[in-house]
């Protein structure tokens, strides 16, 4: 059973940083390119950064350009979203997903809320 | 490049059939098969419901169906069920740094 279960999230001050990690089981995880979405309150999905299956190419929205970066460590299974600088614009629910064919995500997180707080 | 736009509701009685649209451009939609779809209940990940166009993960049933007319993609749910009851929302695949693009979503009753 394929599983993406996510850590990290919660209350941040503005400009403050914050790591998510997605721990992977059930597939072939260096087989597969990942992704961050997000979705702030109320609010549809939105793209965040995506990162290929060897780790080596990633892209990033330009909402967050310059201020995230997105990993991976294969040998554990683990994507990670490093955020910094973080923006009240930034709160919302971050989901880890899994990257199939077509740019279609087919395997979620359960979601985890990041609160930028003044 | 501007997400994509859908509807924001769509509403039809259990049994009836539905369709909610997906508007992009000529380089996402209407560029390439590589709409999907999601369904999304309260509180809840969204799932997968439709890839490459017109194709279903195991699972979902064979109500959900997708399809695209020049820039415009759409899902039609048949047979209306009260547990189709959700928010839709629509992606694309998109060229270069853009990665892919989200429609705003469509809220579904199912009356």
Not at chain 1, 31 to 50: F, H, I
């Amino acid at each position: 059973e394929v599983q993406l279960v996510q850590s990290g999230g919660g209350l941040v001050q503005r400009g403050g940083s914050l790591r998510l990690s997605c721990a992977a089981s059930g597939f072939s995880f260096s087989s597969y390119a990942m992704t961050w979405l997000r979705q702030a309150p109320g609010k549809g999905l939105e793209w965040v950064s995506s990162i290929n299956d060897s780790g080596d190419y990633t892209v990033h929205a330009d909402s967050v350009r310059g201020r995230v970066t997105i990993s991976r460590d294969n040998s554990k299974n683990t994507l990670l979203l490093q955020m910094n600088s973080l923006r009240d614009e930034d709160t919302a629910v971050y989901y880890c997903v899994k990257d199939r064919s077509g740019r279609a995500f087919d395997y979620w997180g359960q979601g985890t809320l990041v609160i930028v707080s003044s | 490049q501007s997400a994509l736009t859908q509807p924001p509701s769509a509403s039809g009685s259990p049994g009836q059939s539905v369709t909610i649209s997906c508007t992009g451009t000529s380089s996402d939609v209407g560029g390439y098969d590589y709409v999907s779809w999601y369904q999304q209940h309260p509180g809840k990940a969204p799932k997968l419901m439709i890839y490459e166009l017109n194709k279903r993960p195991s699972g979902v049933p064979d109500r959900f169906s997708g399809s695209k007319s020049g820039n415009t993609a759409s899902l039609t749910v048949s047979g209306l069920q009260a547990e189709d009851e959700a928010d839709y929302y629509c992606s694309s695949y998109a060229p270069s740094n853009i990665y892919v693009l989200f429609g705003g979503g469509t809220k579904l009753t199912v009356l």
